[in-house]
């Protein structure tokens, strides 16, 4: 069984992301660089990935719908959510481990490149980095916290209060993971 890296697929390959044109092509690309283990872990759902498939299809029946003839000399993807101006309507999801594929700076390089892009950045609770890390690889950036409700709910309380000094501006409060789920494969690649 690998180790808990897995084996690369392909080592010492690297990638032009100027020609990474969708989402697909970054998971592509990832299925060459990462170690096997690594990749399947990272691109895998839970028990019989239902929720993963769900998912993927759900997000297939949304649609940009153009529209023509109308006045585009002011078109803007700003916005603003609870009076933080972003350059465009998206964020960085809560994923924990980013260590995993960038083993230097972790949450702390994404938080900064969320922070030049001027999008929302949410540190997972399971970060590879510290709160106070990541708050200062991105100090403009807009963040919010990811909190889980810990049996101990002093520690959950004293998390939170961290992220809170370090100058997040929200929480996004987990409440749905009991427990982690069984991956499939993580068992067949001996990914614990």
């Not at 969708?22 to 019989?48: C, H, M, W």
């Not at 916005?79 to 309507?89: C, D, I, V």
């Amino acid at each position: 069984m690998p180790s808990h890296g897995g084996t690369s697929s392909s080592a010492h390959t690297t990638v032009n992301v100027d020609r990474l044109l969708n989402v697909d092509d970054f998971q592509v690309a990832a299925k060459r660089i990462l170690p096997v283990a690594r990749y399947e872990y990272l691109a895998s759902g839970t028990d019989d990935e239902q929720t993963l498939h769900e998912n993927r299809w759900a997000f297939k029946r949304w649609f940009l719908r153009p529209r023509m003839m109308r006045p585009i000399g002011r078109i803007t993807t700003r916005t603003s959510l609870f009076g933080e101006t972003m350059s465009m309507p998206v964020f960085v999801s809560p994923a924990g481990v980013h260590g995993l594929c960038e083993p230097v700076g972790g949450e702390c390089t994404t938080a900064s490149t969320c922070d030049d892009a001027n999008v929302l950045f949410c540190l997972s609770q399971h970060s590879t980095r510290t709160i106070e890390q990541v708050a200062r690889a991105a100090p403009n950036a807009t963040k919010w916290y990811q909190a889980y409700i810990l049996k101990n709910r002093a520690v959950t309380l004293h998390l939170v209060q961290r992220a809170v000094r370090a100058g997040y501006k929200g929480i996004f409060l987990t409440v749905d993971s009991l427990r982690f789920g069984y991956r499939e494969a993580g068992d067949r690649n001996g990914f614990n």
